[in-house]
């Protein structure tokens, strides 16, 4: 489900009503590229009659669009440290250090993990462990609760398809199980309750299951493939806390 222009339109001379504004923040702020593409043509575009002042939700959106957009650049570069460095040192760094705790590289390492799951399931793995510990960390005040768990969500359900990899059924349960408790209090997006549907389909093998996840999802990115090949994470049941 995507915003047309005219309600952006709207929300930017402030006609809309208070739930309808929140709703078009709460959308924006998911990260979704085909409506951010969509308002920043419509609100580059727009002349804003001089009586009307761009209301303070709208002035909110814009700077977190923004930081987002530099979160995202920033995020290649990140991701090339942190594989530079030794496993335990990557734990450190996702736990304790503000640069490295941010939800596009934690989106990142999920993606790549997907990635390497045909090649290498042991780093597939540890991408997607690390994605689980920064999701941890994310600042729910920048973000928003829901969209903190959405996150987190999809690093449970992207780790527990590199365990499945990894012929790790058990755990891959787990972290499944953990993925759909932190969806039941995320944001609600259907796009990313589809990307763990996805996932576990694949794992149980259910083709509705997985035509479900699948019609929910929304474009696939390239993902970067990275030179640095670090040491293997192991944890000991990633799962095991998903009650």
Partial sequence: MHLDREALYDFLLGKLES????????????????????????????????DIDLSAIAAQ?????????????????????LEELTPERQVLMARNSPRFQTRA????????????????AELAVQRA??????AD??????????VVNDVQARAWSVLGHAQRAA???????????????????GSGDPCQIGRVWYLEAILRHRPAALRRGAEALPGRGAGVRRRARPGRLRPDRPGADAA
Avoid: M
């Avoid at 012929?167 to 209090?185: E, G, I, T």
């Fill in 137 to 146: 960390e994310l600042p729910r005040g920048q973000y928003g609760r829901g």
């Fill in 167 to 185: 012929n790790r059924p058990f755990d891959a349960d787990d972290c499944f199980a953990k993925a759909k408790s932190l969806l039941a209090d």
């Fill in 105 to 120: 590289l934690c989106e990142l390492l999920c993606q790549e993990s997907i990635a390497a799951c045909a090649s290498d």
């Fill in 19 to 50: 739930h309808q504004n929140r709703e078009v923040v709460r959308h924006l702020l998911t990260g979704c590229e085909t409506c951010r593409k969509v308002s920043r043509e419509v609100w580059e575009g727009v002349q804003v009659p001089d």
């Fill in 129 to 134: 462990t690390v994605a689980t510990l920064l």
């Fill in 61 to 81: 959106v814009w700077k977190q669009g923004r930081a987002f957009d530099r979160e995202r650049d920033a995020a290649p570069d990140l991701l090339v440290e």
